[in-house]
């Protein structure tokens, strides 16, 4: 493709430290799709004769044919996707394929091409997480009322409802799909026909392929359209985040489903035997999920240290911009559709859940609130008197709402009979119905408002 000035061709190792072609293949249709918005317009312009941009279009199509049947052959001489697809086309088509790259650059054409697809990634990455948000809100329906621990330092704090609990990563699985919304905003301008990187001097009409392309206008500076990758970091920041949501909720899935706390049982098509332990079934696929935001860390990582620090416009090492943005989102999809199915499938054990929490002392917080409104003790001293009654309660192995009315007197005498209504866990999490607390009737109006924002049926 640039033989004209060389006298002599590239090392065994110049071609293998060249060529993209092995991953920037998974681009083909997006170069495709490029390639045939490019020459419409340079047809419409008068830049290529209508019969010439006729032959390049159907040549692309028959391209586009062979690499869907066949897959993208992987021939490092020819470098990537753009050089492979317009060879094959100049074998198909003849002569004409060579005016396909008149008015553009492989520097417009991979940022375009790379753009379309980080695209795409928002948008079904946003569709999964909806999918996941639509599990979690149903599981949340069911135990809006299903009591547990709620924890701080992972040491009982307070009993909050099941349902509360998985409301809460539908909040972050929300917010991930705000900022995948967000990102995909952002890419909303097409570089194509900004060239190598000063844009041409052919009359092209670059509204017209931004348009065919989907975007809603062209970039406005050259030099940057060319050297932006923002828009894959972007998407790779909001992977991130979103890996590390998906990577909390796994491991609360491995702690609950340890023997110990045995809060759920996982269902067996994600789970794994052990080879010498027949009694045991391993979370893997959580733990993986856990794991894998390693993974989509290293990816941001990555993409951050190949930028910084490169000198507009173009430079080659942003050709390595692509192997990470793709692992990163084989390893959202991935994770996103394990944890939807174990969400699904997941058996909760809400008896020992409400054991837990009842064991706790988690309704300590409940009777140093009564003795300040009943009693009208200052908060400080009521947690004084509180603290007292759990010792006392420990000491005798037994749920503070166990602890007789004398004993508690003994501790403080402004103590009644009423506080027993305030010490069950049931009465605790009812009486947290503040906006976006724990009550199940807080719950429910969340659960409501989520159905409706994904579509659910009532
Ligand atoms: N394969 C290249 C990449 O992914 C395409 C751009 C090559 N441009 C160049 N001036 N060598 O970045």
Redesign the pocket.
Known sequence: MWGGRFAEGPSAIMREINA?IPF?KALWRQDIAASKAHVAMLGAQGIVSPEDAAAISAGLDRVAAEYEAKGVPENWDL?????TTESRLAELIGPAAGRLHTAR???D??ATD?KLWVREACVAADAALGALQVALVTRADEHAESIMPGFTHLQTAQPVTLGHHLMAYHEMFGRDRSRFADAHTRMAQCPLGSA?LAGTGFPIDREMTAKALGFATPTRNSLDAVSDRDFALDYLMAATQCALHLSRLAEELIVWASQPFGFVVLPDALSTGSSIMPQKKNPDAAELVRGHCGRVVGALTSLVVTMKGLPLA?S?D??D??PPVFEAAGLLSLCIAAMTGMVEGATFRTERMRQAAELGYATATDLADWLVRQADVPFREAHHITGAAVKLAESRGVALDQLTLAELQAIDPRIDERVFTALSVDASVASRASYGGTAPEQVRLRVAEAKQALGMEE
Do not use: L, P
Not at 79 to 83: A, T
């Open positions: 993209s920037d470098e990537d996707i753009h050089m650059s492989r520097n054409q991979v790379f190598a173009y080659k942003m050709q911009d692509k």
